[in-house]
Structures are given as C-alpha cells and as structure tokens.
C-alpha cells in the first residue's frame, strides 16, 4: 500500500524549533518530487516547500524561506522538514505529499499533481 | 506569483444534487489545474488533474472542465460522502503551487 507518514509534531514556544518526519513506504521514494503543505486553524491548503529527486533542487514559500529546510534520505524512504525560529503563524497541520507527473491527454505535457498526501502532523506555537 | 480564486466560498446542497464550483486564476494557465477534495481529519484526495482527467479510483460523477482562466469543478448526484472542502491547485507556474481559499460544500 502506498503511504505517507508523518510525525515530529508538538507544542513548541515561538522561536523554536522542530524537525517533522515523514516515512514513505509501498512506493519508489527517490522516483517522486515531495513536498510539505500545511493548513492554519480555519484556513485552507498552503503549499510550504518541495524537493526534487535527489535532494539537489528545493523551493519554499515566501513565508517559510530561511527559517524551514526540507530534505530527504533516500536510503531511509523519509523525507523532512527542519523548522527554526517559528512563529506563532506556523501553527498548522504539516501534511506530506507526494508529486506525481501525470501526462496531459491533448497535448502529452506532464502535468505535476499531488497525488498521495498523509494525515498530517500538528504543530502549535504557543508560549 | 497565480493567484486563485474560487467560488463560491461554500455551498449547501442536498443528496442527489447537481453542483458546480468555480475556480478562476489571476493569469492564463493552460489546463495545468488540479482539483482536491478534503475532509476534517483525514487526508486530502486528488479528484481532477489537468483539468478534466480523472484520477484513479474517484467516482464518475466527479468531473472536470475549462481552460485558461476558467475552470469548473462538478459533482452530479451528490452522496453523502461528497460533504467536503474542494480546493483547486494550478501546476502552470510553480513554485509555488497555489491553491484556491476552498469551498465547503455542506448539507
């Protein structure tokens, strides 16, 4: 069965820090672009950062970019997000995703959808 | 960066019904737009990619249409199991991948 793990959430003071984990299994891990989303408390889907296939290449939203780092183990079939200096802002549910390029009938482009996600893990930053 | 807009923000409907959602982003996109439902506490689902392909496993009362700056999202026959939030994603220019604000379709 295709899965997305995550764990790693907790309570956590603005201005820490935390590494959220996410275990993939019943697929080829280092075959798939992955990516981290993350949903406020009554807000909807935000996309926070993803990573190529080899680890080289990663792109993070705005709001996250020099405080997150996402990276991935291959070897270990898991992928991470390292979260510092956090902000009350941040308190979300992190969900894992996997990038899947599906090829688009009419013109055979790929088109990149998330395809598996996981059941999230959640992060609050309170003090 | 596209911005999303989808309407309306949230719907009521009863089973059996026909319903359409709209998403319109800020520029052209082509029909790289994928659509995505999701319940409180559980996981999102792929339902639509490229704008009317099908994903495996969703049901076929589930489909999508539209290109460029104007998609739709619609259910015929609406089950109970359908009650849920629907977000639209554009894959066109990325990142980042942007979604729409959802619609919540309720009872």
């Known amino acids: 069965e295709v899965q997305l793990v995550e764990s790693g959430g907790a309570l956590v003071q603005p201005g820490g820090s935390l590494r959220l984990s996410c275990a993939a299994s019943?697929?080829?891990?280092?075959?798939?672009?992955m990516h981290w989303v993350r949903q406020a408390p009554g807000e909807g889907l935000v996309w926070v950062a993803g990573?190529?296939?080899?680890?080289?290449?990663?792109s993070y939203a705005d709001a996250v970019k020099g405080r997150f780092t996402i990276s991935r183990d291959s070897a270990k079939n898991t992928l991470h997000l390292q979260m510092n200096s956090l902000r009350v802002e941040d308190t979300a549910v992190y969900f894992c995703?996997?990038?899947?390029?599906?090829?688009?009938?009419?013109?055979?482009?790929?088109?990149?959808?998330?395809?598996?996600w996981g059941q999230g893990t959640s992060v609050t930053v309170s003090s | 960066d596209i911005q999303m807009t989808q309407s309306p923000s949230s719907l009521s409907a009863s089973v059996g019904d026909r319903v359409t959602i709209t998403c319109r982003p800020s520029q052209s996109i082509g029909v790289y737009l994928n659509w995505y439902q999701h319940k409180p506490g559980k996981a999102p689902k792929l339902l639509i990619f490229a704008a009317s392909s099908l994903q495996t496993g969703v049901p076929s009362r589930f489909s999508g249409s539209g290109s460029g700056t104007d998609f739709t999202l619609t259910i015929s026959n609406l089950q109970p199991e359908d009650f849920a939030i629907y977000y639209c994603q554009q894959s066109y220019s990325t990142p980042p991948y942007t979604f729409g604000q959802g619609t919540k379709l309720e009872i």
């Open positions: 019943g697929f080829t891990f280092s075959s798939f672009w």
């Open positions: 990573i190529n296939t080899d680890g080289r290449k990663t």
């Open positions: 995703v996997r990038d899947h390029p599906f090829v688009v009938e009419v013109d055979a482009t790929i088109d990149n959808a998330f395809d598996i």
